[in-house]
């Protein structure tokens, strides 16, 4: 069983940074992608960014130019370097990894940006 646990997130006000932490339990390497997604109150759950197994990125479209997604695969660490956040960034951000077709998720983290 994947373990996997985000920490980082907070209160930032708008044009700020915060740059969220995964640690999986196991190899990220090992996965065929991990990533971040996000849920705002009311809204679907959203890719953010992932990253492959190869080092390919997507982003979601909103983010791009603002949000950068690395790994250390050394420490099984995945980061989301957030830059420039607006309100509209505000949810809870997920971490994933995809092993295989099998999902897993961690238990979110919250990130609010004030106007």
């Known amino acids: 069983q994947v373990q996997l646990v985000e920490s980082g997130g907070g209160l930032v006000q708008a044009g700020g940074s915060l740059r969220l932490s995964c640690g999986a339990s196991?190899?990220?390497?090992?996965?065929?992608?991990i990533g971040w997604y996000r849920q705002a109150p009311g809204a679907q759950r959203e890719l953010v960014a992932t990253?492959?197994?190869?080092?390919?990125?997507n982003y979601a479209d909103s983010v791009k130019g603002r949000f950068t997604i690395s790994r250390d695969n050394a420490k099984n660490m995945v980061y989301l370097q957030m830059n420039s956040l607006k309100p509209e960034d505000t949810a809870v951000y997920f971490c994933?990894?995809?092993?295989?077709?099998?999902?897993?998720w961690g238990q979110g983290t919250q990130v609010t940006v004030s106007s």
């Open positions: 196991g190899s990220i390497l090992s996965f065929n992608a």
């Open positions: 994933n990894a995809n092993l295989w077709g099998r999902e897993f």
């Open positions: 990253i492959g197994r190869g080092d390919n990125t």
